[in-house]
């Protein structure tokens, strides 16, 4: 069984820092991609960062050309938890951020993951 949990979300001015973490167990797949999206309301979810691992290969990360430059995903193998280190923040950031998990190669779609954490608000304030 899968599971993902995402902590690190909060209320920040705009210029901060986040750092997201999502604590994966259960992913015991040859190739599998990583990914964090986010929501905002009334918008459709939007995949920020992602990363494939398998078969001694990774690709990426790869990211959104909205966060491209200020946000870093990484990973800890020992502690099974990738992070999401967002730095200056803007407004349009504000969203709930999702970790996910598939298993092959990475997709921009979110309908194509399988597992999903609960989510981590971000609140950018300006």
């Known amino acids: 069984q899968v599971q993902l949990q995402e902590s690190g979300g909060g209320s920040v001015q705009a210029g901060g820092s986040l750092t997201l973490s999502c604590a994966a167990t259960g992913v015991r797949y040859s190739s599998t991609c990583m990914a964090w999206f986010r929501q905002a309301p009334r918008n459709e979810r939007e995949a920020v960062a992602r990363i494939y691992m398998g078969d001694g290969l990774t690709v990426g990360p790869s990211y959104a050309d909205s966060v491209k430059g200020r946000f870093t995903f990484s990973r800890d193998n020992e502690k099974n938890t990738v992070y999401l280190q967002m730095n200056s923040l803007m407004p349009e950031d504000t969203a709930r951020y999702y970790c996910?998990?598939?298993?092959?190669?990475?997709?921009?779609?979110?309908?194509?993951?399988?597992?999903w954490g609960q989510g981590t608000q971000v609140t950018v304030s300006s």
């Open positions: 996910a998990v598939r298993r092959g190669f990475c997709s921009l779609v979110s309908s194509d993951y399988n597992y």
